[in-house]
């Protein structure tokens, strides 16, 4: 499994980790491929979409060939992927930073990807020795905000 991270500062974290999950689940394809659907322009070379949960300081989004973890601080969003080749982790990496850097272009968000593994891991990705261990999935969340629960 290929893997990279990217830790966005900001102090919106929370916004942008919802603005990204519900756009995600608002479309069938992520990045430059979903143009056919969205009207948002690209090439076709798009991820497909699986799947997307998230909660008020976590999210996964899921891919055909990998996935997004999203985890929100008061300091930044830290986004790991994972996929299965270097082309696939490639998509990913590209399909997610042209969405968070669009929805947080008056912010000047920049995601910029690293190999995972590179830094220690903290907090709850943090195994005993500081290694980054996997997390149990969240509870679904089928795309409708808490407030408009009933």
Known sequence: ????????PTDRAVRYLAQLCKHTHQVNEL????????????????VRLQHVE??????????????????ATSTALLLNAEADSPERLRRIESA????LEGIGRRDRLAVVWEPAGTGPATGRDAGPSGEAVRRPA??????VPRSERS
Do not use: K, Q
């Open 1 to 8: 499994m290929y893997a990279s991270r990217a830790d966005v």
């Open 31 to 46: 990045g430059p491929g979903h143009a056919n659907r969205s009207g948002h322009g690209g090439d076709g070379a798009g």
């Open 54 to 71: 998230w909660s008020d300081a976590e999210g996964v989004i899921e891919f055909a060939d990998g996935r997004c973890t999203l985890r």
């Open 138 to 143: 969240l509870p679904r969340r089928t795309g």
């Open 96 to 99: 997610i930073a042209l969405r």
